[in-house]
């Protein structure tokens, strides 16, 4: 599936950063955010406690790693020093398919909205016991541990708020990645933020004082899940392209600004690529997926982004590739959830989340309730690994069987018509880059 190959970025250089201006004062520039918090920051935050789980960024500088140079035209300038230069993606990898002749533009919107969906469903189940360890979801909510929302429904945190910002972004440009747009959405969104990242919060603080949105997150080298976790309107969009390689491309793009250490872009890419496989396999009916080729396919995706491992949190500290973590994924799903996460670990970080998160889809594909419970029972980050699971499962069988399936929960989505929508505007963009 995969050879040796690098795709060029495009759309950066001298002449679009010589256009780049500071951003303070964002509030008049016209820039809206359409998905303010509903539920301000008085909002209890249901026992969370970032320090206990989370643990502190890692702050070292980058690492060091190979720049590599792509050759200049007219539209492309050099990037000189650019950190961007250090993430390369394949050109050749291929979808595992070439079904895009039996394309169901009405399937293919509907998981663009049972994606977004499922993925707030998530979030609104894993934040009631955001940041919980296991015993106390249990304490709380017996054995079965959290498996329903409150009748008043529940409400988004950060994940889903941030998943619509760049769904947004994406819109307002016509399908392209502007940092201008991408960072003025960003920072008008944090005063709204609900459970915002460490990292994320830093970063935004850190673009409003007008730093150059390509720089901000390599430096801060966050390990966290801020940018793997709003990343599924990369993978739906670009779900009908030709080849994955403009998806891979727009992860990294999406991840800069706040997460530019590899393995906060890893996360982001492997996350982005999953929903994209996923989205794809269904829209071209193809019916069935194999476990171990998505896993394959998310590896091949990342396999060269890291050029280092990642400390793992758990004593004694071992060095991982997320790759490394991944492949893992497919030997754990005969195994108890609870087993699984006790090892694994399932806080803020790209090492713990997004395999955990891949976990719980993996082990029920069939059954999106089965994957937000067990995703929202992880412990810790639950509210995030409940929503990337959601984006995982709900691209794959789609808003009808979401609807269809939970009709009980379907009415405690919130602002679910506006999520949708947006969702909508995600698929028009996908199916006008096929032609559709
Ligand atoms: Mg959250």
Known sequence: MLRSGFLTLTGFGRGMRGEERPIRGLAASGATNLFPNPYPLETPKHGTDHDAWAGPDRSDPPRPVELRRYLPTDEQPVMEDSPMDRYVVSTT?????????????????????????????????????EGWPRERILDRYGPAGVNDLPAEGAHWTDDTQLTAVVGQSLVATGGQFDPRDFTRRLV????????????????????????????????????????????????????????????????????????????????????????????????????????LEFIDFLVASIAQIETSPTPTRR?????????????????????????????????????????????????????????????????????????????????????????????????????????ANLAEGLATLGCARVGR
């Open 315 to 419: 004593p004694p500290e071992t060095l991982v590739y997320l790759r490394d973590r991944l492949r893992e994924v497919p030997g754990w799903l005969d195994r108890d959830p609870a087993d699984v996460f006790e090892e694994s670990w399932t806080g803020a970080f790209v090492l713990e989340s997004v395999p955990a998160a891949i976990y719980a889809f993996l082990r029920s594909p069939g059954d999106l309730r089965s994957v937000l419970v067990t995703g929202a029972n992880a412990s810790h980050d639950t509210d995030t690994i409940a929503s990337m699971a959601g984006n995982l499962v709900g691209a794959w069988l789609g808003a009808g069987a979401l609807q269809a399936g939970l009709p009980e929960w379907w009415d405690r989505i919130a602002r679910r018509n506006e999520l």
């Open 188 to 291: 008008d969104w944090l005063p709204t933020g609900r459970g915002v990242g460490r990292a994320t919060r830093k970063a935004i603080h850190l673009l409003a004082e007008g730093r150059r949105w390509d720089e901000v997150g390599p430096e801060l080298d966050s390990s966290g899940n801020g940018a793997a976790m709003r990343t599924a309107p990369v993978g739906l969009i670009h779900a009908l392209d030709p080849t994955p390689g403009e998806l891979l491309v727009d992860a990294v793009r999406f991840a800069l600004p706040t997460h530019g250490g590899e393995i906060g872009v890893a996360g982001t890419v492997a996350m982005a690529a999953g929903v994209g496989y996923l989205a794809r396999r269904a829209a071209v009916g193809a019916g069935t997926f194999d476990a």
């Open 93 to 129: 990898l291929a979808w595992p398919d070439d079904l895009v002749d039996r394309l169901d533009a009405g399937v293919y919107r509907d998981r663009c909205i049972g994606s977004l969906l499922a993925g707030a469903l998530g979030d609104e189940l894993g934040s009631l016991v």
